[in-house]
């Protein structure tokens, strides 16, 4: 089974500058996505940012970017000029392309504040 | 567009009363998903659906149970409450096919307290 962690229960940042969140996974597949997702404390849970283990380009979504290591299994999210509205909890998944059911697996999550 | 919608959003239970969360898609969805996320967690998997009349555990099933009749929706039932129930449940679904199903869609999530 795949696994994702997390390894910075929190972090700080100061408004307008950049922070860069750590997830690693372990996976013997191929093909599969990984996202980042947003979660402020009213719980939704928003996607930030999608990356498909075939591209070879790191995505990106206006502040928001990451850095795929394919074979160290690494997704880092980076966030640049950050805003105080960026302060929530972030969350690494890992979707199988291959594995009955394509389930979405979770780290345990990163808090961000953003100091002003 | 409606997407996911799960009910109740809050609910406070008693040990060892029962109740069902409702989780409808108007999107035809072929697969759904409950997790739950306990305070400062990540989100763990109870039960997910391929499609209406197949269902499969997942992570955490036990204390738990669903069914899958229609397309659209994915109750999730909760026999004989136990305080280590309180938790936020999400449920969530996405679209498999050819070429498609990188996205999942996430309700808002239901609160509930087990006391």
């Known amino acids: 089974a795949q696994t994702v962690t997390q390894s910075q229960p929190e972090m700080s940042v100061q408004e307008a500058e950049t922070v860069t969140l750590s997830c690693t996974y372990d996976t013997s597949e191929s093909d599969y996505y990984l996202f980042w997702y947003k979660q402020p404390p009213s719980r939704q849970m928003i996607l930030v940012i999608r990356?498909?283990?075939?591209?070879?380009q790191n995505a990106t979504e206006n502040r928001f970017s990451v850095n795929f290591q394919k074979a160290a299994k690494s997704f880092s999210l980076k966030i640049s000029d950050s805003q105080l509205g960026d302060a929530a909890m972030y969350f690494c998944?890992?979707?199988?392309?291959?594995?009955?059911?394509?389930?979405?697996?979770f780290g345990a999550g990163t808090i961000l504040r953003v100091k002003s | 567009n409606a997407g996911v919608t799960q009910t109740p959003k809050f609910r406070i239970l008693k040990i060892g009363q029962s109740m069902t969360l409702q989780c409808t898609q108007d999107?035809?969805?072929?697969?759904m998903y409950w997790y739950r996320q306990d305070p400062g967690m990540g989100l763990k998997l109870i039960y997910y659906?391929?499609?209406?009349?197949?269902?499969d555990k997942g992570e955490v099933p036990n204390g738990y149970n669903v069914s899958r009749s229609t397309t659209e929706d994915f109750p999730l039932r909760l026999e004989l409450a136990a305080p280590s129930q309180t938790s936020v449940y999400f449920c969530?679904?996405?679209?498999?096919?050819?070429?498609?199903?990188?996205?999942?869609?996430f309700g808002e999530g239901s609160w509930l307290t087990v006391v």
């Open positions: 659906s391929v499609g209406a009349g197949i269902t």
């Open positions: 999107m035809n969805h072929n697969y």
């Open positions: 998944a890992y979707r199988s392309l291959m594995e009955y059911g394509n389930k979405l697996v």
């Open positions: 990356q498909e283990a075939y591209k070879q």
């Open positions: 969530a679904s996405s679209y498999i096919g050819q070429f498609t199903g990188n996205t999942i869609y």
